[in-house]
């Protein structure tokens, strides 16, 4: 089995001093001695507040790093720091001549740190992809240990296969928490034509941000054979990917089935 840390992480020792001045803070109540965050991430942290809070929306021009010095009383280099950590997490993007924007999923590039099956071949592909089902449920219990919810709770299933150049590749599972998602509907998951999570994004305000994933093999059983027009048995990758939102939140259990035969399974590590 195969694990790996996508997207960025969170940290949760930093204070939240809006003058920016370097402060001791606990790293939990249960901890009696003091760690000391370096002054650059407590202007991280604090930018990341602003993200969370909504503040500054996907697609979004932040100030600029003169302005933000100002607002958090710190040099402007302080506040570079912060934002190049969070432009190498993905949360921020630069663009030359134009400023800092707040990353969203409907950015190509964002786009492929989500979809890792890649094509053999250098040559451009069509993608369609068809949803089979979406219904709502009572969670599993381990769906809702994975999603911090109770066994039993509202959950909404979404079922899709993917397709490059008309050939089946990719059959996914969903489970999304079902207050959250309330509104999400088989009619609107089938007409939106975007990134899965540019829809979550947009008309749900929940930017997935941070990832964990499982990968190991496995062999097709019969609804996965059907559906991806394999033989019965067939070697498959199977993805499991637990997403989560600002503050460390999880907000999707994900399982995909792979069809390698023509693609593999990429990845960048650092």
């Known amino acids: 089995m195969v694990k790996s840390e996508l997207m960025s992480s969170i940290p949760s020792n930093v204070s939240s001093d809006p003058a920016g ?101 250098d040559q451009p592909q069509v993608t369609d ?57 088989l009619e609107r998951l089938v007409e939106y034509k975007g990134p899965m999570y540019g829809l979550f994004e947009t008309e749900f305000g929940t930017r997935m941000i941070r990832a964990t994933e499982q990968i190991r093999a496995a062999g097709a059983d019969a609804d996965a054979a059907e559906l991806l027009a394999v033989e019965k048995t067939s070697p498959l990758l199977c993805v499991e990917r637990v997403s989560f939102t600002y503050g460390d939140k999880p907000v999707e259990v994900r399982r995909g089935l792979y069809v390698t035969n023509r693609h593999h399974y990429q990845n960048e590590l650092s």
Do not use: C
Not at 152 to 162: A, E, F, L, N, Q
């Open 21 to 121: 001045q370097s402060a001791a803070v606990p790293a939990s109540p249960s901890v009696s001695s003091p760690t000391f965050s370096p002054l650059y991430q407590q202007i991280k942290a604090l930018i990341m507040q602003r993200l969370q809070s909504g503040e500054w929306k996907p697609g979004e021009l932040i100030p600029s790093e003169v302005e933000l010095g100002n607002r958090f009383k710190v040099s402007q280099g302080t506040v570079r720091k912060a934002i190049d950590e969070l432009a190498a997490e993905n949360l921020l993007v630069r663009r030359q001549g134009k400023g800092t924007f707040v990353a969203t999923h409907h950015e190509a590039r964002s786009q492929f740190r989500f979809l890792r099956l890649m094509p053999d071949s």
């Open 129 to 185: 992809k068809r949803v089979i089902e979406l219904k709502r449920l009572r969670a599993p219990a381990e769906i809702a240990r994975l999603l911090g919810m109770k066994s039993g709770d509202s959950v909404i299933y979404v079922k899709r296969v993917m397709s490059f150049d008309g050939v089946p590749t990719i059959l996914e599972e969903l489970w999304l928490p079902g207050a959250l998602f309330k509104a999400l509907t």
